[in-house]
């Protein structure tokens, strides 16, 4: 048995959290999670989304498209080289992950591969 403390629940936030294996189980609810180490390995990373180019995105940056688009229901398509000011990063569906507002078009999602950091 360890002397160090069992972290709570991720689902249910129980106390009653214990070891089995490689896994920590709840009582209380039945979820079952990998257990922490020691090195702060286990901490999920920041996912990190570049453009085109390499350059890496943040939400609020501006962005200009580096090949034209074509927009479902739309006679005509973003065109490239279109700025596209304060971007949000997302997890999106498909790879779609920077979600903004593109003048003329509204509300959509891009893909980070089709846009170049201003």
Known sequence: MTDTPM???PECSGAYAYEMGAL???PECGHEW?????DGAAAPAERVI???VGNVLA????VTVVKGLKVKGSPSGIKAGTKV???RLVDGVDGHDIDCKVEGFGA???????????
Do not use: E, F, Y
């Open 108 to 118: 959509m999602q891009l893909k980070s591969s089709v846009v170049r950091k201003v």
């Open 24 to 26: 920590l189980v709840c």
């Open 59 to 62: 939400d609020g940056d501006t």
């Open 7 to 9: 972290p709570p629940c």
């Open 34 to 38: 990998p257990a922490a180490s020691d």
């Open 50 to 52: 570049k453009d085109a």
């Open 85 to 87: 000011r304060n971007i």
